[in-house]
């Protein structure tokens, strides 16, 4: 496996969304990943290598984003192109027995995590509300 690839392809995905989403910035994609801007600004420059927990938060706040191409580089970047977005040429990858499985069980763990956490912090703020008012 290699990581480099991994970050190259993550840090596609990260400007293919600036560029699809106007008006949102790195800032606010790292606030919505739950980290630092520096953590952030390190991995896009290619100084620091993305964890599994970010390619999970990045798949889980964009399912349009194929987790296998994010992973190995097969398919396309998104699940489903549109119109305006080609098809990408993904570099191809080969991984070693059992990684591909490992690294995509582990970040549909950390997704299912946070999915829960996101309901419960929601259910945590209506009680809150409830008992401001």
Known sequence: MCKSLINSRFISAINMILERDNGLTKGDLSLKFGISQQKFTEILKERMNVGADLLA???TEYPDISAEWLLTGNGSMLKTPT???PPCNP???PLEDGEKGSMLDTINTQAHIIKDLTAKITTLESRLGKNEA
Do not use: M, Y
Request: charged share 10%; net charge negative.
């Open 57 to 59: 938060g990045l798949i």
């Open 83 to 85: 119109a305006s977005e």
């Open 91 to 93: 570099v191809v990858t």
